[in-house]
């Protein structure tokens, strides 16, 4: 049974799909908040600062990438994606070791044949100059092509732990703050138990029984990281309870349920989205911190963590290697600052504790 969990999680048809439900997922929720005169004033609200429209284009480039890398099909060569076969000049041209960024290269291209001499695939034209425009790595493999592989895992990692925190968060906190008493008490007692205890110990821990991989990171990130915003969703929520609207929904008979579904979450839903933004870059550094101390994702899947890992080693040589730790940095760079700053300007549009008058 644990080799049949570890297989499905870590099928690459079934990361696949995630990300393709994810981006439709995300399109719908945005399409169903647009409709609502609240919502659209607030994005209406972002979208005006510049830095902010920019921030969002990043992120939607970076989407973009991470779906191309993600709609895969059959070939000779086994599984490969779009984004395989748009980038097949970065993919299959290889040098024997480092090149320099920019440095002069030449590509020979030559047909791959079978077993039986059959051409299987062809690369025309034969011969082409061309330059690794971020050099290559010890083993010859383009680290733009690596670069914008990253791009995949880190959305994943983001979007998934998020997407298990976010409902773990609502729940345990709404009726946590609504109902209070004993069951207030029980659930405060798990999360703080949980809290208390250091999450990579957990992560260790769960690694070892399930192996390391991407969806399994991303399972116990999210199991280790919903405390922080049921905190603050149960404290938000012991506030609303003692609203006017609240109390007279009560007064006339609407069940607890209707209750904390129509009046009370609806309410909270600035702060979840908030939060969720915010802690999305922080899951993305996470990874790296993870994979450089051997805990993170699994030796076959490319990431900026498992670039920066290498290249730390690659900075004692002489001369430095530094090409691929900077172009890790920068792809890494690049998809948490906009996510912050993005972040900032829906804090800004939706906290009503930051509006004047």
Not at 150 to 158: A, C, E
Request: proline share 3%.
């Amino acid at each position: 049974m644990k080799e049949a969990m570890v297989k499905a999680l870590g099928s690459w048809y079934f990361q696949d799909a995630f990300v393709l439900l994810l981006v439709g997922l995300s399109i719908w929720i945005g399409v169903t908040l647009g409709r609502r005169e609240h919502w659209r004033a607030a994005f209406h609200q972002v979208f005006q600062r510049k830095l902010a429209a920019i921030s969002f284009i990043m992120i939607c480039l970076y989407t973009t990438v991470a779906v191309l890398d993600s709609v895969g099909y059959e070939d000779t060569n086994g599984s490969l994606t779009v984004l395989d076969r748009i980038l097949f000049q970065l993919r299959d041209q290889r040098e024997k070791t480092y090149s320099a960024p920019l440095a002069d290269v030449q590509f020979t291209k030559e047909a791959t044949l079978d077993e039986a001499g059959n051409v299987v695939r062809d690369y025309p034209p034969l011969d082409y100059p061309g330059r690794h425009v971020l050099g290559t790595d010890r083993v010859g493999n383009d680290v733009l092509y690596l670069s914008l592989k990253g791009v995949r895992t880190g959305m994943i990692l983001g979007a998934l732990t998020t997407i298990l925190v976010v409902p773990f968060a609502i729940l345990f906190g709404v009726v946590a703050g609504y109902f209070g008493g004993w069951i207030d008490d029980a659930i405060q007692y798990v999360y703080t138990v949980l809290a208390s205890i250091p999450s990579y110990l957990l992560i260790v821990a769960f690694m070892v029984i399930f192996g390391r991989g991407l969806p399994q990171l991303c399972i116990i990130m999210g199991i280790t990281s919903w405390t922080g915003l049921c905190r603050i969703l149960r404290g938000e929520t012991l506030k609303l309870r003692e609203t006017e609207y609240v109390q007279a929904a009560e007064a006339t008979g609407v069940s607890r349920g209707a209750i904390m579904l129509h009046h009370i979450v609806p309410n909270l839903m600035h702060i979840v989205l908030i939060t969720a933004v915010l802690s999305f870059s922080n899951r993305v550094l996470a990874e790296a911190v993870l994979t450089y101390i051997g805990i993170g994702v699994g030796a076959d899947t490319i990431s900026w963590g498992a670039m920066i890992n290498d290249a730390l080693r690659e900075l004692a040589r002489s001369p430095i290697i530094w090409w691929k730790l900077v172009a890790a940095f920068i792809f890494m760079l690049g998809l948490v600052l906009p996510a912050n700053i993005f972040g900032d300007a829906m804090r800004d549009a939706l906290d009503p504790r930051l509006k004047t008058d």
